[in-house]
């Protein structure tokens, strides 16, 4: 079992920044590719973000790419979704993945990740 804890979520204003966390605890975290996904009222859970175990690959939703990053620190048991340039559109709440199922590919769908965090708010509004 993996448990995953989220944070950093708020309110923000257009054209802003916000950092999210996610800790991850249980079995041994550097095994796992991690994944950001985000779901909006109304909308599907989609893929925002995915790190591959050694942080030697990551994807992106287009609609973030050049706007988010993701990032994961092996000896603090965390990864990070960094979001810049922020829009109302990127209004959702934002939740953490992982999966060991794969050694080369980030999965891209919420069937490929076993294991979820709570999710994290996070409003852009003027």
């Known amino acids: 079992q993996v448990q995953l804890v989220e944070s950093g979520g708020g309110l923000v204003q257009p054209g802003g920044s916000l950092r999210l966390s996610c800790a991850a605890s249980?079995?041994?975290?550097?095994?796992?590719?991690m994944g950001w996904f985000r779901q909006a009222p109304g909308k599907e859970r989609e893929f925002v973000a995915g790190?591959?175990?050694?942080?030697?690959?990551?994807n992106y939703a287009d609609s973030v790419k050049g706007r988010f990053t993701i990032s994961r620190d092996n000896v603090k048991n965390t990864v990070y979704l960094q979001m810049n340039s922020l829009k109302p559109e990127d209004t959702a709440v934002y939740y953490c993945?992982?999966?060991?199922?794969?050694?080369?590919?980030?999965?891209?769908?919420?069937?490929?990740?076993?294991?979820w965090g709570q999710g994290t708010q996070a409003t852009v509004s003027s």
């Open positions: 790190v591959s175990w050694n942080a030697g690959r990551t």
């Open positions: 993945a992982a999966t060991n199922r794969f050694t080369v590919a980030i999965p891209t769908t919420t069937r490929g990740y076993d294991y």
């Open positions: 249980g079995r041994t975290f550097n095994n796992y590719a």
